[in-house]
C-alpha cells in the first residue's frame, strides 16, 4: 500500500517538473528533479523489498525451528 502511494506522488512531481521543463528558460534543474524522483523511488522500493524478504525469512527460520523443536519434545 505505501509503493502505491509513493508511485503515486512520484509521478506527481514528475509530471510537473517535466512541464515546467518545457517552458523554462534552463530546463536541466527540472530534469533532475524528475529524473530523481524516479531514482528515489526506485531506491526505496528497493530497501523495501530487501526488507520485507528479510523478514520472510527470519519467520520462516523460526517456523522450522519450532517445527523441530515440537518434533524434539515428542521423542522423549
Known amino acids: ?9 512520484s509521478c506527481f512531481i514528475s509530471t510537473f517538473a ?15 528533479v524528475g529524473f530523481g524522483i524516479w531514482a528515489l523511488f526506485i531506491w526505496g522500493y528497493n530497501q523495501r523489498s530487501k526488507k520485507e524478504a528479510d523478514k520472510r525469512f527470519q519467520e520462516r527460520m523460526f517456523q522450522d525451528f519450532m517445527r523441530s523443536k515440537n518434533r524434539n519434545t515428542n521423542r522423549w
Open 18 to 32: 517535466f512541464w515546467g521543463a518545457l517552458v523554462a528558460r534552463n530546463p536541466f534543474p527540472l530534469y533532475g
Open 1 to 9: 500500500m505505501k509503493t502505491i502511494v509513493y508511485f503515486i506522488v
